[in-house]
């Protein structure tokens, strides 16, 4: 066989287990032992491994923690080999270790290939390595979920193109539904909102505020304040600069320069460095000059009017108000103002809004419609050809006359999609509800499994099921736990065959107490406590010759040395023998 298997498992401290390593078989083990012995610790124990919830009363009463390390084999270049590479993880000769720890105080660890991961990588892993079945898994088949699941991964891409379509543009329509519903039921919120910023823009535009404006004005209205201070600076600057005409006699800074220019000026042919001097004090009196006309042109401009300081703080009253309300400048009232327009034309906007999602939605219901056709004509042909093929397993599973179909229907719902002249509910999957029927026997009309199924019936129906998703979908390794439960006599042997047939394409292990079934086993493991009530490293035990023809005996009689047992478990150790 190719492909993954799962080798062995060290289990230590997990309910009545110690100490104990169980070596599985590449094709069929079977798990056997009295009635508590710890079996499903075995599965428990796989189910940690895959990333299962860490329960910490799982925890061996007197441990700290409880450990459960596994060894896969696993081929180069595969999924499960690519995927924990990613997470860092390092291969052991071929083989992946895999280990999980729980403490008694509810914590949990985990580690792959040595390397410390989360939880969810083992889940991750699980998917691709390992189904496993057991009473709960039964029940999750009956849900109606489960079984339109099974339909589609029985389909393939049958299913699997169209439903990823489907898939988005249902995301795409709850998108759009749900941005049409808030404009629709926030309409009164948004027409205010409107009727607001309508408001405020149009007192700014009333206003006609210029970017700095504000500053402009603060300026103007601090030199208009102090206008008669000012010139007054200014005349007095200059008469100390020319002169004063009042004062001819007066001594001023310009006559003063001028003087000391001309006395420099008769010498400085002589010396370099006083024809330098000279030439700076030119240039003073220059600046002198220059300074002194503008004194007397900013005197002579001051306006000292006092209705333009009215006019001015008027304005900046105006301004104040638009930045007490919408900014703490003009520039920031000005960028509320923009911003502003720009969500008010969204707000009015809304009714072209509606009309844009509206026609979308309807759109979009329409394509989901006929993707909706689409995936429901996949669904029936699967359905057709996947009951065919269980109710032939069924036959091999001692069950000849039944009958397995489905039910593939869709519920009116006027807010639904319109598929065939109908309006039906619609769903993230579609708007099929699948449902698995069976007939037991010829006459007996179709029924839920749920209904039409007893427990060794139910059990039979999911080994048929997983059979046929072997030959369609294989997974490398299938772990049944009391999948065999309520059955007995002709058709428990003819699970057991149907295991061993599975087998050989995958590793199957199987927790069971029906020695038909265990006799098909390539390896029988035997759980047994010690006189203390725990499961040691001696306690999981591989059964070959006189060992498990005592087993087998144990299992059909109780009583290990009857000699009719003897020879029933020898018997069945033949046949299955004959059947490989």
């Not at 079945?133 to 339109?148: I, V």
């Not at 042909?381 to 069950?399: G, K, N, Y």
């Not at 993230?428 to 699948?434: H, N």
């Amino acid at each position: 066989m190719v492909g993954d298997v799962l080798e062995e498992m060290r289990i230590r401290s997990l309910g009545v287990i110690d100490d104990a390593v169980v070596e599985l078989s590449p094709g069929f083990t079977a798990v056997t032992g009295e009635t508590g012995a710890g079996k499903t610790m075995v599965v428990t124990s796989l189910g940690l491994l895959l990333g299962g919830r860490a329960d910490p009363a799982l925890v061996r009463i007197g441990a700290k923690s409880a450990v459960v390390e596994g060894r896969i084999a696993l081929p180069a270049g595969g999924t499960a080999v690519v995927r924990a590479e990613e997470a860092g993880a390092e291969l052991d000769d071929g083989a992946l270790l895999v280990s999980r720890t729980v403490s008694a105080e509810g914590r949990s660890r985990a580690h792959l290939g040595g390397r410390s991961v989360p939880v969810g990588v083992l889940a991750e892993l699980a998917d691709e390595l390992v189904a496993v079945h057991g009473q709960t898994d039964q029940q999750g088949l009956l849900k109606l979920s489960r079984q339109r699941q099974a339909l589609d991964r029985y389909a393939g891409d049958a299913v699997a193109g169209p439903l990823d379509k489907y898939v988005g543009a249902y995301r795409r329509l709850r998108a759009v539904s749900a941005e049409l519903d808030e404009i629709t039921t926030r309409a009164r919120e948004r027409a205010q909102e409107a009727d607001l910023l309508r408001f405020g823009l149009d007192e700014i535009a009333a206003v006609e505020p210029r970017a700095g404006e504000d500053a402009e004005l603060a300026a103007e209205a601090e030199r208009l304040g102090h206008a008669e201070a000012l010139a007054s600076a200014a005349t007095a600057a200059h008469a100390a600069l020319a002169g004063n005409p009042e004062d001819p006699e007066g001594i001023d800074a310009t006559t003063l320069v001028a003087g000391a220019h001309r006395a420099l000026e008769a010498v400085r042919s002589h010396d370099a460095a006083l024809a330098a001097l000279s030439g700076r004090i030119g240039e003073i009196g220059i600046l002198l000059g220059d300074v002194a006309g503008e004194l007397v042109g900013y005197a002579d401009d001051l306006d000292a009017d006092p209705l333009r300081l009215a006019a001015v703080e008027e304005r900046r009253a105006a301004l104040t108000q638009l930045t007490r309300k919408y900014g703490e400048d003009i520039g920031a009232v000005l960028e509320w103002a923009e911003k502003s327009a720009a969500r008010l034309t969204e707000l009015d906007g809304d009714d072209e809004r509606i009309g844009e999602l509206t026609a979308e939605r309807d759109a979009l219901r329409t394509e989901l419609g006929a993707l909706a056709r689409t995936l429901t004509d996949a669904r029936t042909e699967a359905a057709e050809r996947f009951a065919a093929a269980v109710t032939a397993e069924l036959a091999s599973l001692a069950m000849p006359h039944a009958r397995v179909s489905f039910d593939i229907r869709q519920t009116d719902d006027p807010e639904g999609v319109e598929l065939g002249g109908r309006t039906v509910a619609y769903g993230p999957a579609g708007v099929d509800e699948v449902e698995l029927l069976l007939a037991p026997h010829p006459g007996a009309p179709p029924r839920p499994i749920a209904k039409g199924a007893s427990g060794g019936e139910l059990s039979r129906v999911m080994l048929a099921v997983e059979v046929v998703f072997a030959g369609t979908d294989p997974v490398p390794t299938y772990l049944f736990d009391e999948v065999d439960a309520g059955v007995g006599g002709k058709a428990a042997v003819e699970i057991g065959r149907r295991l061993a047939k599975l087998a050989r394409t995958a590793q199957v292990v199987v927790v069971t107490h029906l020695p038909q079934v265990a006799a098909f086993a390539d390896r029988q493991l035997l759980v047994e406590k010690t006189d203390d009530g725990s499961v040691t490293r001696s306690g999981v035990k591989i059964l070959e010759g006189e060992d498990r023809v005592r087993e087998l005996s144990r299992m059909l009689a109780g009583q290990e040395d009857s000699e009719t047992a003897r020879a029933h478990a020898e018997e069945l150790l033949a046949t299955a023998r004959g059947d490989g």
